[in-house]
């Protein structure tokens, strides 16, 4: 199967991270490593965030093409256990008795709006998952590797003939709702773009 959107997502998706690695390109590693202020992160931590969210997104589109192929559909569920997040200043303990809560909020919410939210910063004060917490010690040229790399990645779990069934399964994320992969897909560059927010304040202050 072929799957045109899907294909427009990953190149959108492309575009958002050359803006990324343009950033990163103009920076020296003194200048990525530093943080403009104490509590806060530096570019090459937001970059590694990046990168290590990424990794995240693939593992959950990489079960939902295998459970395609088998010729399965139905919906593979992400608990708040499994991600440990939290919505601030809300304790990490909370997060799994609000899981109801948001799931319905998202169920009636248009994907749109949805998308709308993760690219716009300041909406929803969300902490990083434990699983993509940046490291802070990566030098910037392994950084811009890893992010061409990782993109590189993605866009070859989509490439060729896909799965009939991949539309109809879907990933319940207990904060971004239940999207299929073109979702995702759309999902990561708005919450890519939202970092570029990010870095472009902390530029603003180094």
């Known amino acids: 199967m072929h799957w045109p959107e899907l294909t427009a997502a990953i190149e959108e998706f492309r575009l958002v991270r050359g803006r990324t690695l343009g950033v990163a390109a103009r920076l020296s590693d003194e200048q990525a490593g530093r943080r403009a202020r104490s509590g806060t992160w530096s570019v090459a931590e937001v970059l590694d965030h990046l990168v290590r969210t990424e990794v995240v997104f693939r593992k959950y589109q990489q079960e939902a093409v295998k459970r395609a192929w088998a010729g ?3 919906t593979i569920r992400i608990g708040f256990r499994e991600i440990d997040t939290r919505l601030r200043p809300l304790p990490r303990i909370w997060m799994p008795l609000l899981a109801p809560v948001l799931s319905g909020l998202n ?8 998308l709308a939210v993760m690219r716009k910063p300041g909406l929803v004060w969300a902490a990083a998952p434990k699983v993509a917490e940046p490291r802070s010690t990566r030098a910037l040229d392994e ?3 890893d992010l061409t790399s990782e993109m590189q990645e993605t866009a070859a779990l ?3 003939d896909l799965p009939e069934a991949l539309p109809w399964v879907r990933v319940a994320h207990p904060l971004y709702g239940s999207n299929n992969v073109l979702q995702m897909v759309r999902l990561m560059g708005a919450h890519e773009q939202r970092h570029q927010h990010q870095l472009g304040a902390i530029l603003k202050e180094l």
């Open 143 to 145: 950084l811009k590797s």
């Open 72 to 74: 399965a559909r139905g």
């Open 107 to 114: 169920a009636v919410t248009p994907f749109g709006w949805r």
């Open 158 to 160: 989509f490439a060729g």
